[in-house]
């Protein structure tokens, strides 16, 4: 892998690194930032103390019964969300060194809102990884599904707090697949009045506007990667400037 500044496609010029390269000091500048939370009390969480819990849900193409099919909708997912590739990019966008391990990864959250550019520091929480988990969506009860994802909590600078999860299903005995989103969270301390006033107004609007538009992306590109007939792992992309 290449990382000069300054390297050139001939007859093109130079061309820019890598967003990862270009934020590698935030990156390392989170790595040893705390968590703005106790998750230690993660089950305290609710409503009733003050922390808003949300849950959205969408389906994905379904597959055959049975284990996730190499080539399948599970599968395609699964890619889609380890690449960080599903948050809308006129929202969200993650930079990640793309060749560390997912259970270690710090992102540098670029968050885009009118003119205004804001970058944050999450750290992956987790990665959820279980053949046959019991589940009560069935009609007759538990029925066992896969289930695959990972989750970040926020760091310190953040303007909220708290951990989202990410995890694809797939029922083991009807085929159907899903894509899930669940999220404690609380607002952060916003130095800023500026700021704090704008997050008071639009931060609801803009949590529910990621969640929704998620869903949809994760749809269309698992859509997308079934009709291209992709494989099931496909090398680590990022978003460049």
Same mark, same amino acid.
């Given at each position: 892998m290449t990382t000069s500044a300054t390297r050139s496609t001939a007859g093109h010029g130079p061309v820019a690194p890598p967003l990862w390269e270009q934020q590698r000091a935030r990156l390392e500048a989170y790595a040893n930032t705390e968590v703005n939370y106790d998750f230690s009390r993660q089950s305290e969480y609710t409503t009733a103390t003050g922390w808003r819990l949300d849950d959205y849900e969408a389906d994905l193409p379904a597959e055959a019964p049975g284990p996730p099919a190499a080539a399948g909708s599970f599968a395609a997912a699964q890619d889609v969300l380890r690449r960080y590739a599903f948050p809308p990019p006129d929202l969200i966008t993650g930079i990640f060194t793309p060749d560390g391990p997912l259970e270690k990864?710090?992102? =540098?959250?670029?968050? +885009?809102?009118? #003119?205004?550019?804001?970058? #944050?520091? =999450? *750290?992956?929480?987790?990665?959820?990884?279980?053949?046959?988990?019991?589940?009560? $969506?069935? @009609?007759?009860? @538990?029925? @066992?599904? *896969?289930?695959?994802?990972?989750?970040? *909590?926020?760091?310190?600078? $953040? #303007?909220? &707090?708290? +951990?989202?999860?990410?995890? %694809? $299903?797939k029922n083991l005995k009807t085929g159907a697949? +899903? #894509? &899930?989103? $669940?999220?404690?969270? +609380?607002?952060?301390? %916003? *130095?800023n009045p500026f700021y704090w006033i704008g997050f008071k107004l639009f931060g609801r609007m803009l949590q529910r506007k990621f969640a929704r538009e998620s869903l949809k992306r994760m749809r269309a590109l698992v859509d997308a990667a079934l009709a291209e007939g992709a494989p099931a792992v496909l090398p680590a992309t990022v978003a460049t400037a």
């Open positions: 990864r710090v992102m =540098v959250l670029r968050a +885009q809102f009118l #003119f205004f550019k804001f970058y #944050f520091g =999450v *750290r992956v929480s987790g990665v959820t990884d279980e053949a046959a988990r019991d589940t009560p $969506h069935g @009609p007759a009860g @538990p029925e @066992p599904e *896969r289930v695959w994802g990972y989750g970040y *909590r926020t760091l310190e600078g $953040h #303007f909220e &707090r708290g +951990q989202i999860d990410f995890t %694809i $299903h697949v +899903q #894509f &899930r989103i $669940h999220a404690v969270s +609380q607002s952060g301390q %916003i *130095r």
